[in-house]
């Protein structure tokens, strides 16, 4: 492999956004099972994404996929919220605590390769969220620049010729098989970085015998090790 | 003033293009007078920008305009170069030099604001400079991501909006006085710094006393002091 740019999704694969996201809500709304609540949350983010993907809706941001699906559930659920508490639960996804070896794991990639944040989250979201959790990327890059949604192509294409280089010199990491699919078909090389706890502590996330992908992973730090960095 | 987000010019306002350039110029075309064909260089630079801001032709790369330039030059100067040592001489504009207030200054800034790099150079070589040099941005921005130049207005909403603050929320800061002409017709704020070693020692660059700005600053910790960091 000739890596020249290692590409990081970024929710569940770099920051922890189901503990994150469920700290948000047990403060905000506290008569709800937050961790039932980040998950069910969560549970609406590929099928929104994916009616901009189909284009059956116009390009909409994150925030905004993030706030009708709020909506949605805490109807569902009979929940009562104003309109500053709902604005302050989407913004709970622009601040999210980072895995353990996110950091150490980056810094030793970054002194061999080009790191970028490559997620769904808007360029805005990923600024905030990447600067929050000091993470130590070269750059950020976002669907948004792309104006549509991993697994699309279009998002791996357009993070491979904004940083000059083939689709085959750049690596994605993520701890999710349909992201590392979509990668793959788009030409990219592809890591799997296990998250047991993605999903929280009652729902299994995606298992390494049932990804496929040029490396396997339990961590930024194991990554950095096979990616031959100091 | 409502500032979110610094937005800083690059080539000249961060960077010292000057020496960068004329060290490379140096060592791959000994016989040249290394300064004076930086500077030839960098005169065709405006120009060539201006005939894709006119549509003129279509966008490209600013290493597409910096070779087409110099292949320009060296036919007017009838020196030999070859292929390989144009390539070189093109990525000479990746690696430069920050001024020496420049990482500190952006430090401090970068405590308080967001900080980005807002630079007609392309998005890779923004990634490739700002790595280079170390040089503490949250986040990358370019000209490319508009498919037009600074002054364009474009340029200046893409960021603002890609950052999802009003134009009036981020503070441009340059040493030239066009890229702030541009950002204040475009809505922004704007901070002049002045940089009297820009283009060499014997050309005079922008002063402060022509220059319409916000803010007057003689290097980015006078800036940060400005700017209340701490």
Sequence with gaps: MDIRVVAFDIFGTTVDWYSGVADQVAQLLPDVDAGDFAQRWRDRYIPSMNRVRGRERDWAYLDTLHRE????????????????????LVRAWHKLPAWPDSVSGLARIRVRYTTAALSNGGFALLTRLVKGAALPFDCILSAELARTYKPDAAVYH??????????????MVAAHEWDLDGARAAGLRTAFVSRPREKGPDRAADRPEDVEADLHTNSFLDLATQLDTP
Tied chains: 1, 2.
Excluded: G, Y
Excluded at 158 to 171: F, G, K, N, R, S
């Design 69 to 88: 699906s709020l909506d949605d559930l805490l109807r569902e659920l009979d929940v009562e919220a104003d309109d500053d508490t709902r604005d302050r």
């Design 158 to 171: 357009t993070a491979a010729a904004l940083l000059d280089v083939a689709p085959e010199q750049v690596l």
